[in-house]
């Protein structure tokens, strides 16, 4: 038998998620063949055969979460040289039921004092006695203990194991607690000479370009284990995309040297992929600085999360008519907020006032 193993998939990751599987055990492959689709780094990635065979064995299931090295496919020693013929989809064969042993070890949670009939009780109804408070004599849980937790269950809602985008999205906001000191300040443009039917996103890419031209200290990762930074001579912008699934974050390269007309066939072609679930792992690493049109769903001004490398986050809120002094006089105006969140260990709070101060001059010009 050879085993195949989950190849590692860049960027440090440790593991993936099982989406699909698209063969099963006896069916013949060819070399370069998608065996499984995994999810990873909000994409979703097909691993190819790397030979032809017949799979003798798939592990793991959709939903499944496979460690980076682990085994993924097992061929038959025999069928090396079979060349076959690729097969389609088929479902993944079903997970083995574990041995009578391996459930009554389950069944047993440390530190929760049942009796058999009240662990049963508490299988049926999904209630995990080690969250359980005990009423019963030497902190014994009882039946009565286990329905109440079980009605407050009900009540909460069930328990949503987070999966694909939401776990990896998870995953990067709590090492971006640990990693960035995040710092942010607030400003508003003015945008009434704006024409009508301005593309606003195109217009703050634009503005972003200024911001980092006047102050290139944003468009820089912080390398936190090296303790310096690296300043980038062009700006990769993340343009974050919300969806049901999660966040994207999908990368415009070189947004200071396209036209605008390019920059917006880039944008439709992102927002494509994301919606289809097809975008290449390539687009979603290496940003400089990110976007975040939040207004367009609502909301004035946000404390962003940075995600490292990057040290700098804008976010554009809703834009709206709101009372602005002109001349000496109220007006109303149409009023784009801004807020820039930043690591405040590679950033000084006058280098991220003039990023902004710069942004703002950009977007307050007339087409």
Do not use: Y
């Amino acid at each position: 038998m050879t085993t195949f193993k989950l190849p590692d998939l860049g960027e440090g990751l440790q593991d993936a998620e099982i989406v699909s599987w698209h063969v099963g055990p006896g069916d013949h492959v060819v070399a370069d063949q998608p065996l499984v689709s995994v999810e990873t780094d909000k994409a979703v990635v097909e691993i190819p055969s790397p030979q032809a065979g017949r799979i003798a064995k798939v592990f793991g299931a959709p939903g499944d979460i496979v460690e980076i090295g682990a085994p993924l496919v097992e061929f038959e020693s025999a069928a090396a040289e079979d060349k076959g013929t690729v097969v389609g989809s088929i479902a993944a064969a079903e997970k083995p039921k574990p041995a009578a042993k391996e459930t009554a070890a389950a069944a047993a949670v440390p530190g929760a004092k049942a009796a058999p009939a009240v662990r049963a009780l508490a299988k049926r109804l999904g209630v995990d006695l080690s969250h359980v408070a005990a009423s019963g004599p030497e902190g014994a849980v009882l039946a009565s203990d286990v329905e109440r937790a079980a009605a407050a269950i009900g009540a909460a809602g069930p328990l949503e194991p987070l999966r694909g985008v939401r776990r990896a999205m998870a995953l990067n906001m709590a090492r971006a607690h640990v990693e960035v000191v995040p710092a942010t300040v607030t400003e508003e443009a003015d945008i009434h000479a704006w024409a009508p039917g301005s593309d606003a996103t195109l217009r703050l890419v634009r503005a972003i370009v200024a911001g980092c031209t006047a102050e290139p200290a944003l468009n820089a990762w912080f390398l936190g284990t090296d303790k310096g930074r690296r300043l980038h001579d062009r700006v990769d912008l993340g343009i974050a995309m919300d969806t049901e699934d999660g966040l994207f974050v999908p990368v415009l390269r070189d947004v200071g040297g396209r036209t605008a007309a390019d920059l917006r066939q880039g944008l439709e072609r992102m927002k494509a992929d994301v919606r289809a679930r097809r975008v290449p792992p390539e687009e979603l690493r290496g940003q400089t600085i990110t976007l975040s049109n939040f207004g367009m769903f609502g909301g004035r001004h946000a404390a962003l999360v940075v995600l490292p490398p990057q040290v700098a986050i804008l976010g554009a809120g809703r834009i709206a008519e709101r009372a602005v002094a002109q001349a000496g006089q109220l007006a109303a105006r149409r009023v784009l907020p801004l807020s820039l969140t930043f690591d405040h260990r590679a950033i000084m709070g006058g280098e991220a006032s003039r990023f902004l101060a710069a942004v703002v001059k950009d977007l307050e010009e007339p087409e």
